[in-house]
């Protein structure tokens, strides 16, 4: 009887999709670092502003679902923005169980200081094209649908 050779191909790292997605999105948190550092936020801090400027009150669990983060992960980032004074955490009084976010007027003036990062980033990451840029973002959010 013939050994059967097994395929190790599926095991390098050049053949994995998730790898360069995985390094792709280090670097670009990279990028970020500076601009951020400008304004005393994590990448984290920063894309949870980002939601409560759109909405300037939301439950904790909506906002960990939008960013795609657990209440372990959340927890200590909301806790740090309502140390910093941008965000407060209260109970909903609807229903106790739910943790409600909500941002201060501070946090709503850090928008004023956040609002050219991301042309600022544009210029910074200007490997792709517009076209690029869009087919990109489309492919992202398939993968992230569930």
């Not at 009150?57 to 909506?62: D, H, T």
């Not at 004074?85 to 709503?108: A, F, I, M």
């Not at 990451?125 to 993968?143: F, G, Q, R, V, W």
Request: some cysteine; overall charge positive.
């Amino acid at each position: 009887m013939l050994k059967q050779e097994k395929n190790y191909d599926a095991l390098r790292l050049s053949n994995q999709l998730c790898f360069p997605l995985y390094a792709a999105s280090k670097e670009i948190i990279k990028r970020y670092k500076p601009y951020l550092d400008e304004i005393d936020l994590t990448y984290t801090q920063y894309i949870t502003m980002m939601v409560l400027w759109e909405k300037e009150k939301i439950g904790a669990k909506e906002l960990g679902e939008k960013l795609y983060l657990d209440s372990g992960t959340l927890t200590p980032v909301l806790k740090t923005l309502e140390q910093k004074g941008y965000v407060t955490r209260h109970r909903s009084n609807e229903d106790e169980r739910t943790l409600l976010v909500q941002l201060t007027d501070p946090g709503r003036k850090l928008k004023e200081k956040a609002v050219t990062i991301p042309e600022r980033m544009a210029s910074a990451c200007m490997l792709l094209t517009p076209d690029e840029s869009a087919t990109l973002y489309t492919i992202l959010y398939k993968i992230l649908k569930k």
